[in-house]
């Protein structure tokens, strides 16, 4: 919608750009809170999260840029334009969790205690997150007289952006009622990645940037399939083992 906030001179502000940071603040913020309240040191969480949130950066676009190789490989600049979109949330969690798991272990912290207590405010912030998608006009939607006309693309769409980050939304708060309830140790995490593959495949159908590759399914909505698998899979064998 409105890729670009305002200019100072050279300097461009770009929507996208300033939603990832407005959302890193807030995630952090109200995370390290959390960790006060819960007696873990505030200024690990702030370590961590500073890692995850670089490394996650770092994941999410090399992601986009492996699937849009032939793109890039025509101008490869464009790689290193983060301000401008194209971003993989799926690159993002894995080499973000890798990270987060190495300085976890580094730190020899309780994984499942640290992972339950970040993922809600993790998904606060992929909830503004995409609204900077919305502002800048990516993970758009397929064309419909029912949607929002994007300039950027001259068409009017289907916002499933907006519709992503409602959802999202939705997410956090029914991870934030289970984590200030008594739960198991990985239980919020897990749930987290239970109600997220759903979203994200049934969003999916109503994306356009997306290619089919197999069965009708992009490439993101097999990996939703997986990761469900393999979150029930915990979420129920962790239950068996009260």
Known sequence: MHPEICSIGPLVIYSYG???????????SLACREAKRQGIDPD????????????GIIGARIFFVVENLGYYLKDPLEIIMLSRGGMSWFGGLFLGLISGLIYLKMKRQVIYRILDLGVPFLVLAQSLGRLGCFFNGCCFGKESVYGVYFPVHGLVLIPTQLYSSFILLLIFIILRFLQLRPHRLGQVF??????????????????????LIIFNLTLFQLISIAIFIIAVFKLVNRDKNK
């Open 18 to 28: 300033a939603m990832l940071v407005l959302a890193f603040l807030i995630a952090v």
């Open 44 to 55: 690990f969480i702030f370590n961590l999260n500073f890692i995850v949130f670089i490394f």
């Open 190 to 211: 897990y749930t987290y990645l239970f109600l997220y593959s759903i979203k994200r495949f049934f969003i999916e159908f109503f994306r356009a940037d997306n290619k």
